[in-house]
């Protein structure tokens, strides 16, 4: 007799708690692990041909780890989910099947419903890959009390002692050095390069096979991701000693021809096991003890993963199914074809992020929110079709993370549950934030005529269009007063212009 431990594709941990659990009750001889590369599920949008391949990898040498460590795997590959349990359960005939929680509602409604659909007894443990799994900062907040994200991540602070002195208080004295962050980024600064795997025998395989049977957004060719928890310890390691010394002071910088930046590039990892936060979160804070970084930058990374990454969980599982059915703009247009292909909207900054996005899969904060994002909520699309895209776009991109960060923060479809406010921004912010203007065909400067940068007339037709909505927003006050700069004609040509442009997206 034995025990099945079915290990999700995203839940890659080192130390899992289903082996842990199971090992607790019986010998390993009597352990089975199963593990699916369930090809519908992976099909089941066009999804970035380097995520696929990173996932059926990473999986597999995952499995081949197990296998050295004693345990027997049942590795089924191609196959749907419930027809890979099923044939599981004919073959094994376990006394019962232990597993984590799916981050995902759909998996996790699965799995709350294995017993009934497959007759196997079944152990469900809570997920260890967030920190939320652990301690919950506000339980029983009603759905319509709006939390905000500083407030969540103050509480994890203190709960998990994370940069805090021995009375309570933050150390350097702030819970955040904004003022000291987000720089543009200097001319003259140097960029470290990012740590890259070339692949070995197995991902090669995976490579060729992904180009063949799936279908997807770009292709597997460069892919020179880790696969394995060793290489995920590099890359971690790497972004410690060459960019987190960076990483606030320019988190929102832009540059039209680096991807990374002083970014860590570490989602990836962390969203399918690789790694996990509170070990970054204590090496960032050592880094910081030893003098190796300053605090605004130990800060800014810490913020990212125990407050953006843990609120954005928090907010997934309360606001679900309501959060995908918001659209309070009431934005219907189509996404522009241009996103599909390798940018050809004329505008400078989108073309070259897009490009960035379908031949790697990633670009970093900024540029998904105030390049990407921004452009779909001034052009009005539709919130499932960018859901959609950003989908299929990134190598980092699950639905937990993706729908509170697509409709929340960037589309603001739920009118401020997940942001505080709509992220709209002129050629101004862009211009700031990079150099992609100075190599544009658009005039940055212009509002209205036809070289005028369309950030511009959208943004301002975006304030006309919306005042009324966002004349509730204490922090929308100052982009709104603004309006009283333009008069009625200036108005008008906005509004036109606007209208037309939108009108003639592809
Ligand atoms: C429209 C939009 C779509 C996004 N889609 C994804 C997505 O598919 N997958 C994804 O992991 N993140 C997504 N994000 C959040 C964030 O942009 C990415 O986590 C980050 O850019 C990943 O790159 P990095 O690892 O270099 O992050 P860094 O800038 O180095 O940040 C460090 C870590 O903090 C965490 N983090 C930071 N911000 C967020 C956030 N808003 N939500 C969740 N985690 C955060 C990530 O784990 C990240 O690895 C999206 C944001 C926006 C605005
Ligand atoms: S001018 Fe406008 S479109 Fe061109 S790069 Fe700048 S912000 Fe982007």
Redesign the pocket.
Known sequence: MSVTVWILGDQLLKEHPALIHAEKARPRDQVVVLMIEGQSQMQRMAYHAKKITLLISAMRHYAEGLRSAGYQVDYRKGVNISQAILAHLKTSHPDNLITMEASSRRGYEFQHNLSANFGVETVILPNTQFLGGQYDPLPGVPVDQPIRQEQYYRKMRQHFHVLMDEQGQPQGGQWNFDQKNRQPLPKKLDIPGIIQFDPDAITQAVMNEVNRNYSVTGDSKNFKLAVTHEGAMLAAEDFFNRRLPN?GTY?DGMRQDET?LF??????Y??IGLLEPLDLVRTAERAYHDGFVEINNVEG?IR??IG??EY?YWQYQRLMPGLKQGNYWEAERPLPAFFWNTGESQLNCLDKVIKRVLIWG?T??IE??MV??NYCLLTGVNPHQVFEW?SCG?I???EW??V???YG??LFVDGGKVATKPYIASANYINKMSDYCKDCSYDRKKRTGSQACPYNFLYWNFLLKHQEKLADNPRMARMLYNLKFLDQGERAEVQSQAAAYINSLP
């Open positions: 990483f988190e990374v970014h860590s590039m570490l989602a990836v962390l969203n990374f990212q993963v953006w990454r954005m990633y970093h904060h998904r929110l990407l994002s950003f990134f980092d991109a699950y993370v993706m509170p960060n697509v923060m960037g």
